[in-house]
């Protein structure tokens, strides 16, 4: 561990110290080191690495042949697709995790046919560099 200075924008301070009490990091440089790897992986995913990752969809299961329409689009990127699950929350609303390895720009266009298929509720792509 190295230790060095850092100088901040009074507003930027500001929101740094936001940011550490909204994650509830013990203290500035555990956020900092956030920031950086969060940056990191982001570049990573712009160059297209090998990432792994996992989906999440929110729906209504009542909605007119939307589950079929989630696998055949899911079928269509098989060789991305590790497994899924899929939980009721009550009456008529199920989560899906799809748990997914491939190109970054591939994950992110299979999650982008998901997210918008009609009767998504809600659908949140996170991805993590392997190597």
Same mark, same amino acid.
């Given at each position: 561990?190295?230790?060095?200075?850092?100088?901040?924008?009074?507003?930027?301070?500001?929101?740094?110290?936001?940011?550490?009490?909204?994650?509830?990091?013990?203290?500035?440089?555990?956020?900092?080191?956030?920031?950086?790897?969060?940056?990191?992986?982001?570049?990573?995913?712009?160059?297209?690495?090998?990432?792994?990752?996992?989906?999440?969809?929110?729906?209504?299961?009542?909605?007119?042949?939307?589950?079929?329409?989630? *696998? *055949?689009?899911?079928?269509?990127?098989?060789?991305?697709?590790?497994?899924?699950?899929?939980?009721?929350?009550?009456?008529?609303?199920?989560?899906?995790?799809?748990?997914?390895?491939?190109?970054?720009?591939?994950?992110?266009?299979?999650?982008?046919?998901?997210?918008?298929?009609?009767?998504?509720?809600?659908?949140?792509?996170?991805?993590?560099?392997?190597?």
């Amino acid at each position: 561990m190295k230790r060095f200075g850092v100088s901040l924008e009074d507003e930027l301070l500001a929101k740094l110290d936001g940011l550490v009490a909204a994650h509830a990091f013990p203290n500035r440089s555990q956020a900092i080191r956030f920031l950086i790897r969060k940056h990191l992986k982001e570049e990573q995913w712009k160059c297209n690495r090998e990432v792994s990752g996992c989906l999440v969809l929110v729906y209504d299961h009542h909605k007119s042949d939307l589950q079929n329409r989630l *696998t *055949t689009i899911q079928h269509d990127f098989h060789h991305l697709v590790l497994c899924s699950q899929h939980v009721h929350l009550d009456h008529s609303n199920c989560i899906e995790t799809i748990t997914l390895k491939g190109q970054a720009a591939k994950l992110q266009e299979l999650a982008d046919k998901l997210i918008a298929v009609k009767g998504i509720i809600h659908g949140e792509l996170v991805m993590s560099v392997i190597k």
